[in-house]
């Protein structure tokens, strides 16, 4: 099973969705709010919104 890169996100503030990496190596914003949604952590990543899914690095249905 490939590792899965991207994560879809929500925000806790506003509930907008959205997709980042897993793996983040800045400060991710939400584009509608500007809450932090995840921010790089030693290795790994820290995020502050519920994780909706996980995807991919390519999206084929399942
Ligand atoms: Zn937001």
């Known amino acids: ?8 996100i929500k925000c ?14 800045s400060k991710v914003e939400c584009l509608v709010c500007g809450a932090r949604l995840a921010e790089p952590t030693g290795g790994s990543s820290l995020f502050k919104g519920e994780i909706i899914e996980e995807l991919g690095a390519s999206e084929e249905g399942e």
Not at 1 to 8: L, Q, Y
Not at 12 to 25: I, L, M, P
Request: charge should be positive; charged fraction near 40%.
């Open 1 to 8: 099973m490939p590792e899965k890169k991207f994560v879809r």
């Open 12 to 25: 806790s503030d506003c509930e907008n969705e959205q997709v980042t990496f897993k793996r983040v190596s």
